[in-house]
């Protein structure tokens, strides 16, 4: 059984870090790519980054790009997302999903497994 669970979320204030973690089993990790979404109340859902454990590419959508590190741990089936200056509008259920294109991609309609999401608020 495929499985995706994050954690790692919770409450920070303006400036702050988290990081968030997706572990992953069910699956061969390194065929896979994993990507972050994110959804806040009344938007849409939104890619965040994402990492290829085929060839090790990452993608990285602009409202995060050099604030936000994706990374993967193969021998932990594990991959992280590093949060650093976050602001109130990072302020979303954090997603963490699988892709077995392998493709690093924001692209949603890739990723057949989804994990139950992680809270991250950001307090201004």
């Known amino acids: 059984e495929v499985q995706l669970v994050e954690s790692g979320g919770g409450l920070v204030q303006t400036g702050g870090s988290l990081r968030l973690s997706c572990a992953a089993s069910g699956f061969t990790f390194d065929d896979y790519a994993i990507g972050w979404f994110r959804q806040a109340p009344g938007k849409e859902r939104e890619g965040v980054s994402c990492?290829?454990?085929?060839?090790?590419?990452?993608v990285y959508a602009g409202s995060v790009k050099g604030r936000f590190t994706i990374s993967s741990d193969s021998a932990k089936n594990t991959v992280y997302l590093q949060m650093n200056s976050l602001k109130p509008d990072d302020t979303a259920v954090y997603y963490c999903?699988?892709?077995?294109?392998?493709?690093?991609?924001?692209?949603?309609?890739?990723?057949?497994?989804w994990g139950q999401g992680t809270q991250v608020t950001v307090s201004s």
């Open positions: 999903a699988a892709d077995p294109s392998a493709l690093a991609t924001l692209n949603p309609e890739l990723y057949d497994y």
């Open positions: 990492i290829s454990n085929s060839d090790g590419s990452t």
